[in-house]
C-alpha cells in the first residue's frame, strides 16, 4: 500500500455508461494527478490540482472530467467514452510546494483502475 | 524545456549479472530526476531521487544511479539481478522551467533464470 488508493481496481464499462474513478492520499499532499497509461504509448498527463485547484489540463476530451472536492480526494468522471479510453488510470499525489519547487519530491502513484471500453 | 531518452526499450540479464539502464536528460534549468519501477498491473513506485545533492544516488532495492552533469545522463544499475527485478523502469526529468515531470518512454528489463 502507497498511500494512494485507488478504486475500483478494474472497470468494464459501455460506451454509453456513466462511471467514475476515485482516488484518496492520505499522506498530506496537496498536488494530486491523472494519468493516462495506454500500451505501448508514453504516460500521458491528463489533468493537475494543486491545493484542489485545477492547474493544467492536458488537451482531454470533455468525456473525462476530473473532481477535486478537498486535497485528499480526486475523482474521474466517466462518460460517453470511446473504445480507445482503455487505458491503465494513475493517480498520484506530491507535495507541491508551488511553481518550481515541487520537483524535488517525486510522486506517490496509486495501483491504478484498468478501464475497458466495450 | 525538459526532456528524457530512455536509450533501451528493453534490456535482458540473466540471474546475479549486472544490470545497466540507460537515461539522458535535456534540461534548461538544473534538474532533477527520478527512476520508478512499475510491476505488471501495479503503479509506479519511486526507486531513488537526485536533487542537486550528492551525484551518486542510493535507492532502493540495492538500485543505485549516478549524476554526470557533463554526459547529461542518469543510468540506473544494479550489481546483481534478482527475478523480483524484472519490471518497467522510467526515467524521470524535472526542472523549475516546468514543474510538471517529464516521462521517458520506459524500459522494460527481463530477467532470465
Known amino acids: 500500500e502507497t498511500g494512494v488508493t485507488q478504486t475500483p481496481r478494474h472497470l468494464v464499462m459501455g460506451m454509453t455508461n456513466k462511471k467514475s474513478l476515485k482516488c484518496e492520499q492520505h499522506?498530506?499532499?496537496?498536488?494530486m494527478y491523472w494519468y493516462k497509461q495506454s500500451a505501448k504509448k508514453p504516460l500521458e498527463l491528463m489533468f493537475v490540482y494543486n491545493f484542489k485547484e485545477q492547474t493544467e489540463n492536458n488537451s482531454v476530451p470533455s468525456r473525462f472530467s476530473p473532481e477535486c472536492p478537498n486535497s485528499s480526494h480526486l475523482f474521474l468522471h466517466l462518460h460517453t467514452l470511446q473504445p480507445e479510453d482503455s487505458a491503465l488510470y494513475l493517480c498520484?499525489?506530491?507535495?507541491?510546494?508551488?511553481?518550481?519547487?515541487?520537483?524535488?519530491?517525486?510522486?506517490?502513484f496509486g495501483s491504478g483502475t484498468r478501464l475497458t471500453v466495450v | 524545456a525538459q526532456s528524457v531518452t530512455q536509450l533501451d526499450s528493453h534490456v535482458s540479464v540473466s540471474e546475479g549479472t549486472p544490470v545497466l539502464l540507460r537515461c539522458n536528460y535535456s534540461?534548461?534549468?538544473?534538474?532533477?530526476l527520478f527512476w520508478y519501477v512499475q510491476h505488471p498491473n501495479k503503479g509506479l513506485q519511486l526507486l531513488l531521487k537526485?536533487?542537486?545533492?550528492?551525484?551518486l544516488v542510493k535507492g532502493i532495492n540495492g538500485f543505485e544511479a549516478e549524476f554526470k552533469k557533463s554526459e547529461t545522463s542518469f543510468h540506473l544499475t544494479k550489481p546483481s539481478a534478482h527475478m523480483s527485478d524484472a519490471a518497467e523502469y522510467f526515467c524521470v526529468v524535472s526542472d523549475a522551467g516546468s514543474y510538471i515531470p517529464t516521462f521517458g518512454r520506459g524500459t522494460s528489463l527481463i530477467v532470465h533464470p
Open positions: 498520484a499525489s506530491s507535495q507541491d510546494m508551488g511553481r518550481g519547487r515541487s520537483s524535488n519530491y517525486g510522486y506517490t
Open positions: 499522506l498530506g499532499h496537496n498536488a
Open positions: 537526485y536533487t542537486s545533492a550528492a551525484t
Open positions: 534540461s534548461s534549468y538544473s534538474p532533477s
